[in-house]
């Protein structure tokens, strides 16, 4: 029993870091109907930057608002350089952009820090919490920290003025310049946030996985299936997708399939998903007359 | 200088012209139609002004130029476009897409007068406040799709047939709407309608179009005593 709640409690937590990914994807995926491939690497990007300013000697709860703050700017820019100027053009052409990037952010971290794996310090102290090994400090940091900054999201897409026209942009872009909206901001404005939630889901997962250019690969892949089985068209679903996929990966690599296979597992998700049910739990079911 | 002066307007989708060279002027404060059959050039000459179509030419809005502006600039001095379809955001309340057209507007004070203004104008619309606006009927959405326009406070209505797929009933009140929002809220409207009899009825001047280039103009009354357009557009 005491097993099964820590595989549970331990899904939960990796599962919160699948659903900032999954949040970032579906919220890039409404604005331009495509996959942001790069998401994960961008992340892994931000994560460096955040290590280096703590070599500089910056203290961790300054280096994460400001890695926040940069990330979203980075965001802004790339989408500002280069895909705004591809925004008509055909999917493959996006896909390659997607992959270039990929590509070069990879390779530019590694240029810049090396291939070889760095510890990255958690904000939250080593010990158990309440006295139970139910729940690391960290995990728990970390399923909080996703909380709030998830909740924050809403209430901004919700109840803020600029959060309904970025709605309003993503939903119907011709109605929303026809009222004043300028749309292209709008997108820019989805990329700096998507960039910033990944950015903290880098910060959060590092401390466990460790920090070097490929860390986020697996990462990214359990974000898609997060996004894929919660449904594209709906962040929350992307969200509690994340969620449900950090447990089920957990618990199946625990009882059922054994750790090799947990990566192998989201794949299956994946495709399973699609063949099945490809709106996802929570998604629409876009019906097109004709 | 008229209010709103187009002049030699061309446009094009993709490599088809589908304008040219189009005439015409609105005067401030009147309601002018464009009439036209199916595929005239109507609802092009409207995105045009708005910035949706690739053109050419000289579109003059109370002496600012309109060529090469971004669409959301061009509502910005005070254009209001009801597109053709109403392009209702389905997904959220009827009260946020007023909000969503009182954008460009600041001031809370401001946006809640014109949300008071348009739910006056159409009290079924402030019942269904908090309804989500796909749910709405037709009717409604039209209005809803027009008093968006009236909340960023427009001095230029653009209409892209606000009768299509309505009851006759519906469309009466929603014409006499228009007639006391030219009134009383001194908006001039530019309307494309191909329900000439209807269109002619409120207008006071009419231009009519064939496959992109003006061929008729004149008022209202002219137009729809004229012969060869009674037979071809009024049925009579």
Not at chain 1, 62 to 84: D, K, N, Q
Request: glycine share 10%.
């Amino acid at each position: 029993m005491e097993y099964f709640l820590q595989q549970t409690l331990s899904g939960l937590a990796n599962g919160a870091i699948y659903a900032c990914v999954a949040l970032a994807v579906v919220m890039i995926y409404q604005a331009i109907d495509h996959f942001n491939f790069a998401q994960g690497e961008m992340a892994m990007f931000s994560t460096f930057i955040a290590w280096q300013m703590m070599q500089w000697g910056m203290p961790f709860w300054l280096v994460f608002p400001v890695c926040v703050v940069i990330s979203f700017a980075g965001g802004v820019v790339i989408e500002r350089v280069i895909f705004g100027p591809i925004h008509n053009a055909p999917v493959l052409s996006h896909v390659i952009v997607f992959i270039a990037l990929f590509s070069i952010f990879n390779s530019l971290a590694g240029f810049i820090w090396e291939f070889t794996i760095k510890p990255f310090p958690s904000p939250f102290p080593e010990k158990d919490v309440l006295g139970t090994n139910l729940i690391a400090m960290h995990e728990l940091g970390m399923i909080g920290i996703t909380l709030v900054m998830l909740v924050m999201i809403y209430l901004f897409f919700r109840f803020t003025p600029i959060g309904l026209a970025m709605r309003a942009a993503a939903a119907n872009p011709v109605s929303a310049r026809l009222v004043g909206i300028s749309v292209k901001w709008m997108l820019s404005l989805g990329w700096g946030l998507a960039a910033a939630i990944g950015a903290v889901a880098g910060m959060l997962i590092a401390p466990m996985v460790y920090l070097e250019p490929n860390m986020m690969l697996g990462i990214l892949l359990y974000g898609f299936a997060g996004a894929v089985v919660g449904g594209l068209t709906s962040p929350g679903g992307a969200v509690a997708g994340g969620f449900l996929v950090g447990v089920a990966e957990n618990l199946a690599g625990a009882y059922v399939i054994g750790s090799e296979l947990k990566l192998t597992f989201a794949l299956v998700l994946i495709v399973g998903v699609l063949l099945l049910r490809p709106a996802g739990l929570f998604g629409r079911v876009v019906v097109n007359r004709v | 200088m008229a209010f709103l002066e187009v002049k030699g307007l061309e446009a094009f989708y993709g490599h088809t012209q589908a304008l040219h060279g189009l005439d015409f002027e609105l005067e401030e404060g009147g309601i002018t139609t464009i009439l036209g059959a199916n595929g005239a050039g109507k609802t092009t000459t409207l995105r045009s002004i708005c910035g949706m179509v690739r053109n050419n030419g000289s579109i003059t809005f109370d002496g600012n130029s309109l060529i090469g502006k971004a669409t959301e600039n061009i509502v910005r001095l005070g254009i209001a476009h009801v597109p053709e379809g109403r392009g209702t955001f389905v997904r959220i309340t009827t009260e946020e897409n007023l909000r969503l057209g009182a954008y460009t507007i600041k001031g809370a004070k401001n946006i809640a007068d014109a949300m008071d203004r348009v739910y006056n104008y159409s009290p079924r619309l402030k019942e269904r406040r908090n309804q989500q606006a796909g749910t709405l009927s037709g009717g409604e959405q039209q209005m809803l799709a027009v008093g968006r326009a009236l909340m960023l406070r427009p001095r230029l209505m653009l209409l892209d047939e606000p009768s299509f797929g309505l009851a006759p009933l519906i469309v009466k009140e929603l014409f006499e709407i228009l007639r006391s929002i030219n009134n009383d809220e001194k908006v001039s409207m530019l309307l494309v309608e191909q329900n000439a009899t209807l269109a002619l009825n409120l207008a006071d001047h009419a231009y009519l179009l064939e496959t992109g280039r003006v061929v008729m103009s004149g008022t209202s009354e002219d137009i729809s005593s004229d012969e060869a357009v009674r037979q071809s557009y009024l049925g009579y």
